[in-house]
């Protein structure tokens, strides 16, 4: 009767240990999959970010590109009126455009500062590296977390718990151009 009795206790220790080592493993699975979750959160908005921030870039250079090319046609213009001599009020004319142009630049420069220190697609280039090496470092946080959280649950004991509780592994997040180092298609 004694040991019929240990054996019970034993076996209610074992079962109890088990619940919580259970109840351990989901708490981990659940801190994990929130970290997890958090640095793919981050990830979709660096890369929202980039391509916002890629798109006003665009924008300024187009508006760039806009404004120089008004300027060209006008001092072409002036310069056609200079060779044959013209007359004063037709160049004052054709000089007040140009100058109505210059203000454009200068409020152009005002809504990108970037634009005022550099050549625009200097400042492009920069723009699209920045934001490109946000969303590589973003990635690999990522990546990284993945790679702890799919570890987890393929390590022993919670190996035994993570199927059950309902949870599986993630994939990795690539690049546009990882699957060309593999050569997949």
Request: charged share 25%.
């Amino acid at each position: 009767m004694f040991t019929r009795n240990r054996y019970v206790v034993l076996l209610v220790a074992v079962v109890l240990l088990i619940y919580l080592f259970a109840r351990h493993a989901n708490n981990v699975f659940v801190e994990e999959q929130h970290l997890l979750f958090t640095a793919s959160g981050l990830l979709e908005l660096e890369m929202k970010r980039r391509a916002d921030h890629l798109a006003v870039a665009r924008a300024a250079v187009r508006d760039y590109n806009k404004l120089e090319e008004k300027i060209h046609i006008h001092l072409v213009e002036l310069n056609a009126l200079l060779i044959p001599p013209g007359n004063n009020k037709i160049r004052l004319e054709k000089t007040n455009p140009i100058f109505e142009i210059i203000s454009e630049f200068d409020t152009l420069k005002q809504r990108y500062p970037d634009l005022k220190s550099m050549d625009p697609y200097i400042a492009l280039m920069e723009a699209m590296q920045a934001s490109g090496l946000r969303v590589v470092n973003a990635r690999l946080a990522y990546n990284r977390k993945v790679s702890e959280f799919n570890t987890l649950l393929n390590v022993f004991p919670y190996k035994l718990f993570a199927r059950p509780l309902g949870f599986h592994s993630h994939p990795f997040q690539e690049g546009v151009g990882e699957k060309y180092l593999r050569n997949e298609k």
